[in-house]
């Protein structure tokens, strides 16, 4: 066991400018969801994947970004002409059973600065 | 969309228990609450879950009363390791029948020596 990994860490682009982040999950872990945190807020959600299904949506995500897990393994999320609002830690966890009661595990993130 | 309320701060010197109270009135019948912890630049921490009553584990304990509308994260004798951000989650149904896990704004414990 791992963990969860993301990469890059750190993300520095200029305004309109397209990004994608990468999520690994824990092996075999099953469900895995993306988070967004500000500074000084707590996370929040964005979107999950049972699989390579995604299940849910945040309403408040705009159709900028899109998030793809293709083979129900590692998650990608791509945030196209991106914006200064979009600076952010883009967190990723995965959880191992098909509950929604199931513990989240957590990567460090992505931190995206866009100037 | 139903949330989460935790008080923003709270110190506490070393060696003294911290209990930290989440209120989710709107939590589903079959979720759990679950606990984390956050340092900066990481990502949160699993510290504890549990449906009712009272769950411990060897580093906190929670508390949960019948109605389940609130739940209590206890630290016993905490250390200046201990200071970080401590996050209650749990499912949440927002008004347009959509499930999201949904953190609250957290609690900010500074732990003094």
């Known amino acids: 066991d791992t963990g969860v990994s993301q990469d890059p860490r750190h993300k520095i682009t200029k305004r309109g400018q397209n990004v994608t982040f990468r999520c690994d999950p824990i092996?075999?872990?099953?469900?895995l969801y993306w988070y967004r945190q500000t500074l000084g807020q707590g996370p929040e959600f964005l979107t999950y994947?049972?699989?390579?299904?995604?299940?849910?949506k945040s309403r408040l995500l705009s159709d900028r970004f899109s998030a793809e897990r293709p083979k129900g393994s590692f998650s990608t999320l791509e945030i196209q002409r991106t914006e200064q609002g979009d600076s952010a830690m883009y967190l990723c966890?995965?959880?191992?059973?098909?509950?929604?009661?199931?513990?989240?595990?957590f990567g460090n993130g992505t931190r995206l600065t866009v100037t | 969309l139903a949330k989460t309320t935790q008080p923003i701060s709270m110190d506490s010197y070393e060696g003294q228990e911290v209990n930290i109270t989440c209120s989710h009135n709107?939590?589903?019948?079959?979720?759990?609450i679950t606990w984390y912890q956050q340092f900066p630049s990481q990502g949160p921490r699993f510290i504890i879950q549990?449906?009712?009553t009272k769950v411990t584990n060897e580093v906190a304990s929670l508390f949960i009363p019948a109605d389940r509308k609130s739940s209590t994260l206890s630290l016993p004798r905490v250390s200046l390791s201990d200071t970080a951000v401590y996050y209650c989650?749990?499912?949440?149904?927002?008004?347009?029948?959509?499930?999201?896990?949904?953190f609250g704004k957290g609690t900010k414990l500074s732990v003094i020596p």
């Open positions: 966890a995965s959880s191992s059973r098909d509950t929604n009661n199931s513990p989240l595990h």
């Open positions: 092996s075999e872990h099953n469900r």
């Open positions: 994947f049972q699989n390579e299904a995604q299940l849910e």
């Open positions: 709107n939590i589903a019948t079959n979720d759990y």
């Open positions: 549990g449906y009712k």
């Open positions: 989650l749990v499912g949440l149904y927002s008004g347009a029948g959509s499930y999201q896990l949904t």
